[in-house]
């Protein structure tokens, strides 16, 4: 019960972008064009100006606009009461405990687990041949460096990253960053992930790809004891300025490391985060070298040395984290800081084993991220837990890490860590979630859906991804 043109109308007006418009609508960019032409034809003047930053309205426009907003608030009366809008049914589909349900899904949440299967909703998907698990939440990654895929592949860590990662990474433009970003995002949406926790530079280009394809992130300001305070200050102001119409997108501060980040920048960094309610996300104990730099510089641990300094506290992300004794954990722990475990990079990098034993005993939050492309060499997260799993076994408890808790590693644990409140597939969570194929042979037969997900499947398995309810990957 809605002209549609208006909506697409004030859909453009609102977001500033015909892109944007498009993403939001579920529609291309050619269709809003047309909808807003027959609009301005029918208004007899331009109502949008199109211009390289952005869109902005005419006068007619903004008459129009107040207008157009009246008309689609008495629809949205009309729905309220004679209708069932943003509902999406999901038919027959198999839960994690292989029941098969009837799952509702209303205003972007999960409203009903097991309802009738004749339920009104928008729309109707048969899921006879279809698994409903959560989807997944990389909590450390380097989105853009997907451009460094496959390069300088099999060297130590040092080595790699300061004779060509670097040194590759200077060269880089903004263009470059958009199109690393669009391609990472396009592999995290094919394997199930609708969230990562990124740390790059020229962020305005991920941030762009990002609204863009509907997923969520947390975008990291990367900082480095090289920056100038000029770099300092406009960072500041990206903050104080930061924007965003989706709502999909956070702001992190990113310390990149302790050898990369003095003691004082550390220290202004986290204030400015905390004043600035923004979490905090570095590299912590990756390797041994590191550990054993930080002890001839300071004569403790790097999990030591950043709480002697005030920086740990429940508010920050701590990637890696493979050399952390029982000391260092008992310490994260205290402090109520969130790992994220990278198994694929560590191994690939020769960083070593993480601590499981360890790191289960603490009672820590433990959340898994695939590092970059270019360490990894893929953003697959299921294909992280994978490793994960069989990591943690390898020293002969095969009754460690199973595969619901490195399930829950990789989604509810990945939500909290951010404030986010989904990773589960309960009734009033936010619906973001995988649609997982139960006829393909790497999920046959089907005797633990999670079971499959975690050993057996890729990301060919994956026929849609909803997050908050909205379908923004789907084969069906």
Known sequence: MEDFRLKVFETVARLGSFSLAARSLGISQPAVSQNIAELES??????????????????????????CRGVLGAYEELDKLFSNPDTLLLKGVMLESGKRANVLISKGRF???????????????????????PSLFNTHTHAAMCLLRGYADDLPLKTWLEDHIWPYEDKLTPADILKGSRIAVREMLRSGTTFFNDMYFDIEQTIREVQDSGLRAAIGIT?????????????????SSFKDPTGRIQLVMAPHAI????????????????????????????????????????????????????????????????????????TLASRKVTVSHCPCSNMKLGSGRFPYELALDSGCLVTLGTDGASSNNNLDLREEMKFAAL???????????PACEVLKWASCNGARAFGIDAGEIAKGKIADAVLVDLDNPLMTPCHNPVSNFVYSADSSCIKAVLCEGRLIHSVL
Request: with cysteine; proline share 5%; hydrophobic share 35%.
């Open 42 to 67: 029918y208004a007899g003047a331009p109502l949008l100006l199109r211009s390289r930053p952005g869109v902005s309205l005419t006068e007619r426009g903004k008459e129009f606009l107040d207008k």
């Open 111 to 133: 409203a009903d687990l097991d309802c009738p299967e004749d339920t009104p909703a928008q729309r109707v998907i048969d899921c006879g041949s279809l698994a409903l698990l």
């Open 223 to 239: 900082v480095m004891e090289n920056h100038t305070k000029a770099q300092e200050e406009q960072k500041r102001e990206f903050v």
């Open 259 to 330: 050898y990369t980040v003095g003691k004082e920048k550390l220290k202004r960094t986290a204030d400015f985060a905390r004043r600035n309610s923004l979490r905090l996300h570095i590299h912590l104990s990756e390797t041994l070298q590191e550990v054993q730099d930080c002890y001839k510089a300071h004569g403790m641990s790097p999990v030591q040395y950043l709480d002697s300094i005030g920086f740990l506290g429940p508010d920050v992300i701590a990637a890696h984290c493979v050399h952390v004794d029982k000391k260092d954990w008992k």
């Open 391 to 401: 990591l943690a076994k390898v020293e002969g408890n095969p009754t460690l890490l």
